[in-house]
Nanobody, 118 residues
Framework: QVQLVESGGGLVQPGESLRLSCAASGTIDRFYVMGWYRQAPGRQRDLVATITNTGGTNYANSVTGRFTISRDSAKNMVILQMNSLTPEDTAVYYC????????????WGQGTQVTVSS
């Protein structure tokens, strides 16, 4: 089991930045992918960015060039640096952990609200 605790959401103005963190605890697999998804009201939950245990990254087209995902392996933490935020980035952001190459396992954080508004 892996537990996820998110932090860093809030209210910002368009063009500003925010940094989200997700700390994982418990039994961390050798091969895994962690990432961020977001869900706006009335919409499905969509991929934002992911990073694997080897550092491979993947981004949604809508955030490429503005968001950067990174990891601190020593702390089992994943960080999402969000720059040049727009109102379209407003959503609840969820951290996700998924085991790779073995029996299926995934878990979600509780979510953190990001609101971009003037």
């Amino acid at each position: 089991q892996v537990q996820l605790v998110e932090s860093g959401g809030g209210l910002v103005q368009p063009g500003e930045s925010l940094r989200l963190s997700c700390a994982a605890s418990g039994t961390i697999d050798r091969f895994y992918v962690m990432g961020w998804y977001r869900q706006a009201p009335g919409r499905q939950r969509d991929l934002v960015a992911t990073i694997t245990n080897t550092g491979g990254t993947n981004y949604a087209n809508s955030v490429t060039g503005r968001f950067t995902i990174s990891r601190d392996s020593a702390k089992n933490m994943v960080i999402l640096q969000m720059n040049s935020l727009t109102p379209e980035d407003t959503a609840v952001y969820y951290c996700n952990y998924r085991r790779l190459f073995s029996t299926s396992y995934t878990n979600w954080g509780q979510g953190t609200q990001v609101t971009v508004s003037s």
